[in-house]
Nanobody, 126 residues
Framework: QVQLAESGGGLVQAGGSLRVSCAASGRSLSNYAMGWFRQAPGKEREFVAAINWNGSTTKYSESVKGRFTISRDNAKNTVYLQMNSLKPEDTAVYSC???????????????????WGQGTQVTVSS
């Protein structure tokens, strides 16, 4: 069993920065791809970023590319999402997830991820 716990969300002004973290317990995730997704009120969950097992491959949605950076620390069993130049449209609940079937090439499809955290709220004010 895998438990994922996000932290670091909050309220920030447009143009500001925030880093959210996803700490895993119950199992080492160092050999698996992980991803960040977000869901705004009234909208479907959307892909944000993904990273492979050692951080050598990352993927981003077009809406966050160049502003967000995904990284991981396998020694701490933790994945991070650094968010810069935040916009009001980035407001959402951000959730991390693990794909136990992929190691090298992470997927952007939420249906491929088996375990999810409860999410952390990020609110960007204009």
């Amino acid at each position: 069993q895998v438990q994922l716990a996000e932290s670091g969300g909050g309220l920030v002004q447009a143009g500001g920065s925030l880093r959210v973290s996803c700490a895993a317990s119950g199992r080492s995730l160092s050999n698996y791809a992980m991803g960040w997704f977000r869901q705004a009120p009234g909208k479907e969950r959307e892909f944000v970023a993904a990273i492979n097992w050692n951080g050598s491959t990352t993927k981003y949605s077009e809406s966050v590319k160049g502003r967000f950076t995904i990284s991981r620390d396998n020694a701490k069993n933790t994945v991070y999402l650094q968010m810069n130049s935040l916009k009001p449209e980035d407001t959402a609940v951000y959730s991390c997830a693990v794909d136990l079937h992929r190691m090298v090439n992470p997927t952007t499809s939420s249906s491929e991820y088996e375990y999810w955290g409860q999410g952390t709220q990020v609110t960007v004010s204009s």
